[in-house]
T-cell receptor, first 113, second 109 residues
Framework: SQTIHQWPATLVQPVGSPLSLECTVE??????LYWYRQAAGRGLQLLFY??????ISSEVPQNLSASRPQDRQFILSSKKLLLSDSGFYLC????????????FGSGTRLTVV | QKEVEQNSGPLSVPEGAIASLNCTYS??????FFWYRQYSGKSPELIMS????GDKEDGRFTAQLNKASQYVSLLIRDSQPSDSATYLC?????????FGTGTRLLVSP
């Protein structure tokens, strides 16, 4: 069966520090991968999605970036965190791009102080 | 206009009642529609999908879709306190899923 792993679960980082969040999927090949952010009391905001290795689409211009170095690995990064980067970061995968049966990871709660 | 709109709630219902959650969307070419449940502090989980007009039932859950009115709803029969969560409506767009901000449901014993 397919599983998705996301870590760390919680993170407290000072403003201006770098960020690296990792997500891996097991049990499937060539998954579509997504990074979402959910700010407190707000909806899910799509940050990046990837339909294949090296193929990254950005939805929101910001100081975050994403990479997909391996088929089942998706990394979210920042060189310098801002206070506004605080939130609940969720990785998700799906089999087909045009279907919405996503499976989400357990999420990373990031607090920038 | 937001792509997917939901009333934020909270929607309060007594245990055993029917909870009705509503969602409207703006993109007429959307083909697939989903309901996710998110408990506080947890990640969303898919509970229902619907692709054609009409009703789709799964246990205590019924999803309803009206593409002409661009309207999707979720009915929860015999609501239980464990159903208390935020329910997210999601609609497929170009190569992505667009979520509403969610409706918070509170089921009181």
């Amino acid at each position: 069966s397919q599983t998705i792993h996301q870590w760390p679960a919680t993170l407290v980082q000072p403003v201006g520090s770098p960020l690296s969040l990792e997500c891996t999927v097991e049990g499937t090949s060539n998954p579509n991968l997504y990074w979402y952010r959910q700010a407190a009391g707000r909806g899910l905001q799509l940050l990046f999605y990837s339909i294949g290795i090296g193929q990254i689409s950005s939805e929101v211009p910001q100081n975050l970036s994403a990479s997909r170095p391996q088929d089942r690995q998706f990394i979210l990064s920042s060189k310098k965190l801002l206070l506004s980067d605080s939130g609940f970061y969720l990785c998700a995968w799906s089999v087909f791009v045009r279907q919405g049966d996503y499976t989400f990871g357990s999420g990373t709660r990031l607090t920038v102080v | 206009q937001k792509e997917v709109e939901q009333n934020s709630g909270p929607l309060s219902v007594p245990e055993g009642a029917i909870a009705s959650l509503n969602c409207t969307y703006s993109d007429r070419v959307s083909q697939s529609f989903f309901w996710y449940r998110q408990y506080s502090g947890k990640s969303p989980e898919l509970i229902m999908s619907i692709y054609s007009n009409g009703d789709k039932e799964d246990g205590r859950f019924t999803a309803q879709l009206n593409k002409a009115s661009q309207y999707v709803s979720l009915l929860i029969r015999d609501s239980q306190p464990s159903d208390s969560a935020t329910y997210l409506c999601a609609v497929t767009g170009f190569q992505k899923l667009v979520f509403g901000t969610g409706t918070r449901l509170l089921v009181s014993p």
